[in-house]
Nanobody
Framework: QVQLVESGGGLVQAGGSLRLSCAAS????????MAWFRQAPGKEREFVTS????????YYVDSVKGRFTISRDNAKNTVYLQMNSLKPEDTAVYYC???????????????????WGQGTQVTVSS
C-alpha cells in the first residue's frame, strides 16, 4: 500500500521560509514523478510543482517560480519543497502526490496522480 506523509508546515511571517517534506512508501519511489499541490479555503486544488522520476525535469506554476524549489532524494524516498519569500497568498494546505504511471516527467493535472498525502497546513501572516 502506498503511503505519503507530509511534514514541515506551519505558521510563518511574510518573507519567511519553510521546507516541506513528503516521505513515500509502498511503491518504487524512484521510478515515479512526484508533485506538490495546494488548496486554499474556498478554492480548488492547485498545481504547484512537479519533478520527474529522475529529478532532471521540474515544472512550476508561475506564481511560485523563483521562490519555490522542488527536489527529491530517492535514497530516502522523500521529496522536498523549499519555499522562500513566502506571501500570504501562499497560505493553503499542501499535498504531495505520486504519478500513477512510472517514468513520466511530471504533470500539472491532478488526474495524473493516484496517491496523495494527508496534507500539511502552511499559513503565511502579513
Amino acid at each position: 500500500q502506498v503511503q505519503l506523509v507530509e511534514s514541515g508546515g506551519g505558521l510563518v511571517q511574510a518573507g519567511g521560509s519553510l521546507r516541506l517534506s513528503c516521505a513515500a512508501s509502498g511503491r518504487t519511489f524512484s521510478s515515479y514523478a512526484m508533485a506538490w499541490f495546494r488548496q486554499a479555503p474556498g478554492k480548488e486544488r492547485e498545481f504547484v510543482t512537479s519533478i520527474s522520476w529522475r529529478g532532471t525535469r521540474t515544472y512550476y506554476v508561475d506564481s511560485v517560480k523563483g521562490r519555490f524549489t522542488i527536489s527529491r532524494d530517492n535514497a530516502k524516498n522523500t521529496v522536498y519543497l523549499q519555499m522562500n519569500s513566502l506571501k500570504p497568498e501562499d497560505t493553503a494546505v499542501y499535498y504531495c502526490a505520486v504519478n500513477r504511471v512510472p517514468y513520466y516527467s511530471g504533470s500539472s493535472s491532478p488526474d495524473e496522480y493516484d496517491y496523495w498525502g494527508q496534507g500539511t497546513q502552511v499559513t503565511v501572516s502579513s
